[in-house]
Nanobody, 115 residues
Framework: QVQLVESGGGLVQPGGSLRLSCAAS????????MGWYRQAPGKERELVGI?????TYGDSVKGRFTISRDNAKNTLNLQMNSLNPEDTAVYYC???????????WGQGTQVTVSS
C-alpha cells in the first residue's frame, strides 16, 4: 500500500501564492513519476505538472507554477504564483510506481482563489 498525504491548500486572493506538498509513504521502493493534477467543478481532471526525468507542465500554469521533488523524502511540492480564479480546484497528488506502474492518488486538497 502507498499513502499520499497532501497539504497546503486554502483560500488565497488573486495574484497571491500558495505552496502545496505531498508526502508519499508505504510500500513504494521506486517511483517512476510524481505529479499534480487538478479538477474544477464540472470539469475533467487535468495535468498541472509532473516530474519524470524532466518537468512537464500544463499549458495553463506554465511560467506560474513550479514543481519540485525531494527524492530522499519521497516528497513532492508545487509552488503556485500569480494565482487567478481559474486556478480554483481540488489538487491531487499522483504517483506512478516504477516497474509495476501502479497508480496512486492522494485525497486532494482544495485551492480557492477569490477576493
Amino acid at each position: 500500500q502507498v499513502q499520499l498525504v497532501e497539504s497546503g491548500g486554502g483560500l488565497v486572493q488573486p495574484g497571491g501564492s500558495l505552496r502545496l506538498s505531498c508526502a508519499a509513504s508505504g510500500s513504494i521502493f521506486s517511483i517512476n513519476s510524481m505529479g499534480w493534477y487538478r479538477q474544477a467543478p464540472g470539469k475533467e481532471r487535468e495535468l498541472v505538472g509532473i516530474i519524470t526525468d524532466r518537468r512537464t507542465y500544463g499549458d495553463s500554469v506554465k511560467g506560474r507554477f513550479t514543481i519540485s521533488r525531494d527524492n530522499a523524502k519521497n516528497t513532492l511540492n508545487l509552488q503556485m504564483n500569480s494565482l487567478n480564479p481559474e486556478d480554483t480546484a481540488v489538487y491531487y497528488c499522483n504517483v506512478v510506481a516504477k516497474y509495476t506502474y501502479d497508480i496512486y492518488w492522494g485525497q486532494g486538497t482544495q485551492v480557492t482563489v477569490s477576493s
